[in-house]
């Protein structure tokens, strides 16, 4: 996979400002970046857009939403209204996909919390249509279900795509959080025509920290290029993204970090 084929996810280098993310991604020859919402907000969703448009560089996706469960129906109506405002960045942005992390277990109800979920995205799905922003279920790896995301594996992100029923929802395979998956590629082959967007990194021991311990890709033991394979044969043709959130990448020289990474990613990915 080449350059050409990837993109940058803001996380990695959060130090960066957008401006400086972009010069460094044309460096790179990178085709894309994945900003964060708090990146683009100190200059506006549209004027980001034109920035990166003017630098040349894509959109791969951007985060993020979701978060719908809240103990009170108040809380489920205030994460309603912000993931219409993420839509509507997404839009004016120029993003096509914006990513959807679910929220995290409420009240020890895990079935209602995905009730919650689920009516969470049905409340936004027209609005995502009408901006022509498609919705991307991000499952994270179990060890976050109490405090980011119910959703918890590909399996049942699939389940909840396809109980919807809805073309304008996807799913994101993060390889950092579906790994371990024991059917992974024939949930990858299940969700075919629905992939929107692949984000590589790697596991490496000890977890130091539940959010950023991730590795660069090459230190661990995910079989990223295998898992590619796997992503393009259920036909995902999109940028993959660099997302590395991790405590020792953010002490590093952002400029090396981003080096290393286009390194491995042709390396291994």
């Known amino acids: 996979m080449e350059l050409s084929r990837c993109s940058i996810n803001s996380v990695t280098v959060r130090a960066l400002g957008l401006p400086a993310l972009l010069r460094e991604a044309g460096r790179l ?10 990146l683009i907000a100190p200059y506006g969703a549209a004027t980001a857009g034109r920035m990166i448009a003017d630098a040349g560089l894509a959109v791969s996706g951007l985060c993020r939403g979701g978060m719908f469960t809240a103990p009170t129906a108040a809380g489920r109506r205030a994460a309603v209204a912000d993931n219409l405002r993420a839509i ?6 120029g993003a096509d996909v914006l990513v959807l992390v679910c929220g995290p277990v409420t009240g020890r109800d895990l079935a209602g919390s995905r009730t919650m979920i689920r009516e969470g995205i049905e409340a936004v799905l027209g609005h995502a249509r009408a901006a022509g922003v498609r919705l991307g ?13 119910a959703v918890t594996s590909l399996r049942e992100a699939n389940a909840l795509r396809q109980a919807i029923g809805d073309p ?14 024991h059917d992974l590629e024939a949930q990858i ?3 075919a025509g629905h992939l929107l967007g692949f984000h590589v990194s790697d596991w490496v021991t000890p977890i130091e920290g539940q959010l950023s311990s991730r590795g660069m890709p090459g230190d661990g033991c995910i079989d990223l290029r295998r898992m ?24 590093e020289e952002p400029r090396a970090v981003l080096d290393l990474a286009a390194e491995r990613f042709l390396d291994v990915v």
Do not use: K, N
Request: proline residues 4%.
């Open 88 to 93: 509507d960045e997404a839009r004016a942005l």
């Open 189 to 191: 082959a299940a969700a």
């Open 228 to 251: 590619r394979g796997w992503v393009e044969r259920a036909g995902f043709r999109g940028l993959a993204e660099v997302e590395i959130l991790s405590d020792r990448w953010w002490a």
């Open 168 to 181: 304008q929802l996807g799913v994101i395979v993060d390889a950092y959080h579906v790994w371990w998956e």
């Open 29 to 38: 020859g990178v085709a894309g970046i994945a900003p964060w919402r708090d």
């Open 137 to 149: 279920v991000e499952p994270l790896h179990p060890m976050m279900a109490a405090d980011r995301s």
